[in-house]
């Protein structure tokens, strides 16, 4: 059984947190493009979990600007290899600071000895299953320019800006498939309960 629980955030709207009774297998925006991504079948609601009062904590802290360890969480979302390597990559990204698209994949070389492009990099972020705690929001294109969002570009900059991270030569697209999230992803994943 997969269970959620819910968080609101004072700044970008509510969190929607999935676990296996154990670990963190999801965290999404309640309006995230890939909402329920790596979780398979029906959720139930479950808020007294102790890995979602550990997961409200730490969101706690965070939105007070605190820089806490995502890595203090038990997070076991599903991944392949590569996923798991890009999440890596996004969990060495420090609190208040960006990186790009490239820049993970010239990492990713350097570990694998295989080429690796930006763009299956950009694949790997943008279907991150734990948004927010695996800061995907902290990884930008080239050239400064702000890429699309599963929560929205809104929720993106928003974070930046919370992180004191957003700088005034990032560029925000005009177009694209990812410049807003999905009103009521959750409710469609969830019914009613969301």
């Known amino acids: ?12 709207g509510k969190l929607v947190f999935a676990s296996d009774g154990e670990g963190l297998c999801g965290c999404w925006f309640d ?3 890939y909402f329920g991504i790596g979780v398979d079948g029906c959720l139930e ?20 600007g605190d820089a806490p360890d995502p890595r203090e969480l038990p997070l076991c979302a599903r991944a392949t290899e590569f996923q798991m390597r890009v999440r890596e990559a996004m969990l060495d ?23 690796q492009s930006a763009r299956a990099v950009g694949g790997a972020v943008g279907h991150n ?18 890429t699309g969002f599963g929560g929205g570009i809104d929720t993106k900059i928003k974070l ?18 990812a410049l807003e999230g999905i009103a009521g992803a959750a409710q469609s994943v969830l019914g009613s309960g969301a």
Not at 5 to 12: A, L
């Open 1 to 12: 059984m997969t269970y959620y629980s819910d968080y609101d955030t004072p700044i970008i």
């Open 31 to 33: 309006n995230d493009r």
């Open 45 to 64: 609601r479950k808020d007294d979990l102790p890995v979602f009062e550990q997961v409200r904590a730490w969101l706690d802290r965070y939105f007070a």
């Open 93 to 115: 990204i420090p609190y208040g600071q960006t990186t790009t698209y490239g820049a993970i994949a010239k990492r990713l070389e350097a570990e694998t000895g295989k080429r």
């Open 129 to 146: 299953p734990l948004c927010l705690i695996v800061p995907c929001h902290r990884v930008v294109g080239s050239n400064d320019n702000l």
């Open 160 to 177: 930046l800006e919370h992180e004191h991270a957003m700088k005034s030569t990032f560029k925000r697209p005009t177009k694209g498939t």
